[in-house]
């Protein structure tokens, strides 16, 4: 079997990257809302974000098949089996992660501050622009890292939704998968076994960076 | 000139707080959990409270008004401070301010100038104080709100200041209610005082 290690480390880098991108405004929506607002349905929507964590990712990416695969009712986007599925599996397992996180970074933020600023007269949008934000914005980071970690290891749902083809599809941990099959992949498997070993522990080591900047930012101890 | 009549919840018990007589220059005292606090939020529209507030010729609450707290222009100086902490002093002072005019004159008042380049965690907590004090001034308020805004500073600095901060509201027609327990501050910056006693204010 043909497999290109760099292919597959730029295949999963970029799902990844475009992946988190896109859960970035829904991430930073849903945690303002779940951190700030109270609303009928609220305790609801904060356990169902959980739902995708604890679900195999195989199942996941059975349902995103059902929502995106033919006849189904996003079928018109004509997602599966093309690189968009790898960047679609990558948005929905990272989502939960990523809003909890900006959940917990709009929750540090002491709500006075939004207080002051009002008292000052800045009205609630440009204090969330010039306040809530800057405050909340490492915190913010730190769960960005968080869910483009997870967004690089997925695995379950993206071989659902987008298969395992080369060159288009064929993320690190698929290629991994793929190797392992093959009688002479060791070498190459190897290489992409190191490969994700060294992005993991960067990526846990920028959240670790993010993470103390957010309590330094809000002066809170350690 | 302020005057209000506010129905509100100070922690558990329901309260009526009522100031007859119009003030320009206000002290509420009483002690820690009476409620000062709760009055000077609710006097911002931070608090929930139904009744009737009045400042200068603006009615900010009756019934059939709540003007939301940007719009109020009553300016809270909080007894922590509650500087922002990823500003500079100088980002702080200018938060509210429609320019930057004042900003020499009041940093001068408050003795700030050499501290415009800091960041709020290296500030003392009697500069922090300052600044939220000319924070809340610089936005050209119709009522400062000061909650304890003297506590973290020497007392030989604390006349002056008072001193300072009362002529500056005077020339500019400026409210202020402050809530404290330092005899020295209310009498230094207050023309009337009223206690706060059992949900109620009385006068002194």
Redesign the interface.
Known sequence: MNVDVTDAILISLRAALFGTLLATPVALGLGHLLARRTFPGRSLLAAALFVPLVLPPVVTGYLLLALFGRGGPLGFLDVPFHFAACVVAAFFVSLPLFVLSARQAFEAVDPRYEEVAATLGSPRAATFRRVTLPLALPGLAAGATLAFARALGEFGATVVLAGNLEGETRTLSLAVYALLETPDGDDAARTLVLASLVLSTLSVVLYEVFRRRARLRLELPG | MIRFDLQLRIGTRDARLTLDVPATRLAVVGPSGSGKTTLL?AL???HAATGHVQVGDEVWLDERRNV?????????V?QDA?L???LDVRANLL??APNDDELREVAELLALTSLLDRR??HLSGGERQRVALG??VL?R?KLL?LDEPFAALPASQRLALAEGLRARCDARGVAVVLASHDRDDVRALAEVRYGLEDGRLVGA
């Open positions: 939020r911002a529209g931070l939301p707290t940007h719009q109020r222009r009553a300016a809270w909080p509650l922002f902490p990823h938060f509210g709020p965690r924070r809340a936005a308020p709100l």
